[in-house]
């Protein structure tokens, strides 16, 4: 009951988004299965790392669930509580981009408009040349901007711009010599104002030609600076005038005042440096668009639930309904892929004007149907919208290991999926008596894919001849790729690739000095097709040369094994996740209702029926045949 207690206390903290009476279930949730979710938030919080998280599910604009856990500092036992305040990192990229599109709805900014119309720092800028064969590029030489970046490319990242090398910014945006000349010349300095940031960018090069390329980049921070020039304030109080006072998220922005900072959460075994925009603790002069704004979990609901609204919220209209449908519609053409973030429009994720979107019903690193968005921020929170369930899902915690935390991600984006009820069926008087040898038929183990709900299917995935190599969790530096944890039973873990390992080259072409979007076009490449990599090991004199096969995208995250035990068919989860009444460690009997159809005879009555081939032989299952259902293949 903890958890239904905070669902209560929490919903003041959400002003506007009212309380399910106190009832998870009128919303479409099962109890049973969303204290799962609790229980799997406060297993990592015992681990330590990190020390608490806050998680809230909204629907139809209340509130389902709102849960604290853990410490919001591990080191002097301040417990976490739902209005504690995060640094967002990236998620300031989505509120930039309404910041954005306010004023492209007032009529003063236009979207195919040239930067440099606003911002005549930006002006006639040269692109750094590339080799026509290998699409690397150096220093050396420039050349024209074929067209002018424009605020459009901003909010798509297509303008060519790129972020800072591992001295200056983030690790994952690369260490080509065009990021360290930005680290030097454009550096982020909280001493600083955005409009220095303008005037160094004006001095560089972009990577790519505007329009051509996705590349995570620093173009959030220029909008900012787009905002001071045509609105006449300061980023800050543009924000504070036009978005956090009308929606009412009073504990958002860029610093925590005096009288709140017993509220902030602290960065387990980091502190921000203390001229970097991570420190706010003081009052800022560089307002980064990109990533510094602080806030809470209930504040972003808010934010959510006016984009869900198309706009508006509690009388505020922020947006017009079809500038929030602009936004969140993808805008990258199929071929364009998203560097370094395991996604790309061919892979069931596009990107909008500021937002992931997913643009497949079978596969997708977004959450639920067709058209919903999220993000994440890099010290370690997420959110997700879906329109379709009109479901709102936020998740905070602080870690300075970004590289890691899709661990977590991916259990918000499952468990409160996991959570929703099915329709209840009535359930007949069984009449078919099945004996053990019969039963037999059914035992085996049987895969689901990643859908822990048919209404976020995850199933597997092979586009265009892409394959998989299980080389996510790297991170760019000047002699090559550092892997700092292969995917576990990915092709490269499974060829001998470790953890620390330092690759050099990619099918013998070296890879020194270049950045992630660069080497993520080395390693991308058909199914089936081998490659070779030759990687420095830490104990180990010799380089090693390890070649495998790329793979079709996998999904074996939910399976159920089939068993005979005492006269009766169990059904257990062994996958990575718990499904519906099926928990992992936990074998559940299942009730004969007919020939190849069972039910569960209490939690939410899962019904599980097998499906046979031409043969006769059972060859699948389905759960809760119907709207809701969920199909899996029996294993081999």
């Known amino acids: 009951m903890a958890a239904l207690t905070l669902c209560l206390a929490g919903a003041a903290l959400a002003d506007g988004l009212q309380t399910a009476a106190g009832d998870p279930e009128s919303l479409g949730f099962s109890a049973r299965r969303l204290a799962r979710m609790t229980s799997w938030f406060e297993e990592q919080t015992r681990r330590g790392d990190p020390s608490g ?53 007032d009529g003063k900014l236009e979207l195919d408009a040239p930067v440099a119309q606003y911002l005549p720092e930006l002006r006639d800028m040269q692109v750094v040349k590339k080799d026509p064969a290998t699409g690397d590029a150096t220093l050396i030489e420039l050349e024209p901007a074929r067209r002018a970046m424009t605020i459009r490319d901003l909010l798509r ?14 690790p994952g945006f690369g260490n080509a010599a065009i990021h360290a000349l930005y680290g030097v010349r454009a550096p982020f300095r909280r001493d600083k104002t955005i409009a220095s940031l303008i005037t160094g960018l004006g001095t560089l090069p ?15 921070d220029v909008l900012g600076r787009v905002i001071e020039v045509v609105s006449g304030q300061t980023f800050d109080q543009f924000l504070q005038s036009r978005l956090f006072a009308p929606l009412r ?40 668009g990109g990533g510094g704004i602080v806030s809470t979990v209930p504040d972003f609901l808010r934010f959510c639930q006016m984009l869900l609204n198309d706009g508006e919220l509690d009388g505020a209209r922020i947006l017009k309904p079809e500038t929030v449908r602009l936004m969140t519609t993808n805008s990258l053409p199929s071929e364009m892929h998203m560097a370094g973030h395991e ?38 929170t997420f959110f997700s919208v ?39 069926v009535s359930t007949p008087a069984a009449s078919t ?79 020194k000095g270049l950045g992630l979007e660069a080497i993520f076009r080395r ?20 380089p090693l040369v390890i070649t495998f096969a790329r793979e079709a995208v996998p999904s074996h995250s939910v399976e159920l094994q089939v068993r005979v035990a005492d006269g009766k068919l169990v059904v257990e989860a062994t996958g990575a996740w718990s499904i519906l009444d099926f928990d992992k460690g936990q074998p559940t009997p299942v009730a004969v209702r007919s020939k190849d159809e069972f039910q569960v005879e209490s939690g939410d009555h899962t019904r599980i029926a097998f499906v046979r081939d031409a043969a006769g032989k059972v060859s699948g299952a389905v759960l809760n045949p119907g709207p809701w259902e969920q199909r899996g293949a029996l294993g081999q």
Do not use: C
Request: hydrophobic share 40%; net charge negative; glycine share 10%.
């Open 53 to 105: 998280f806050v998680v809230a599910i909204a629907r139809d604009g209340k509130l389902a669930y709102l849960q604290p856990t853990g410490f919001a500092d591990q080191d002097k036992k301040i417990p976490m509580r739902p209005d504690s305040i995060f640094r967002i990192g990236s998620m300031t990229k989505q509120i930039t981009s309404v910041a954005t599109m306010i004023l492209v709805d």
């Open 157 to 170: 990242n297509t303008s060519g711009l790129v972020y800072a090398s591992p001295d200056y910014a983030d």
């Open 206 to 220: 972009l990577l790519h030609q505007p329009g051509e390329v996705w590349e995570y980049s620093v173009g959030y």
């Open 249 to 288: 998220m009073i504990d958002t922005g860029f610093h925590v005042p005096e009288d709140k900072l017993a509220r902030l959460v602290a960065v387990p075994g980091a502190q921000p440096a203390p001229l970097t925009v991570g420190d706010v603790a003081k009052p800022q002069t560089f307002f980064s």
């Open 343 to 380: 996604a790309g429009p061919a892979f069931g994720t596009g990107w909008g004007l500021g937002f992931a979107v997913r643009t497949n019903p079978d596969f997708s690193w977004i959450p639920g149907a067709v058209g919903s968005y999220n993000w994440q921020g890099s010290w370690g």
């Open 386 to 424: 879906d329109p379709a369930e009109k479901l709102i899902l936020v998740m905070m915690m602080q870690r300075p290991e970004h590289r890691a935390n899709g661990f977590y991600f991916n259990a918000i984006r499952r468990l409160p999926y996991a959570a929703l009820k099915v329709p209840e």
């Open 433 to 511: 008596q099945l004996n053990p040898r019969e039963l037999t038929e059914f035992a085996g183990r049987y895969d689901f894919g990643g859908s822990v709900s048919s209404l976020d299917r995850q199933t597997a995935l092979l586009v265009d001849g892409n394959g998989w190599t299980g080389l996510e969790s790297v991170v760019a530096e000047t002699d090559g790729l550092r892997v700092l944890k292969p995917t576990n039973g990915g092709p490269a873990a499974r060829a001998g690739v470790m953890a620390q390992d330092l690759i050099t080259a990619i099918d013998d072409r070296s890879i």
């Open 523 to 542: 390693i991308s490449g058909p199914f089936n097709a081998p490659i070779k990599l030759r990687i420095i090991r830490y104990d180990q004199v010799d």
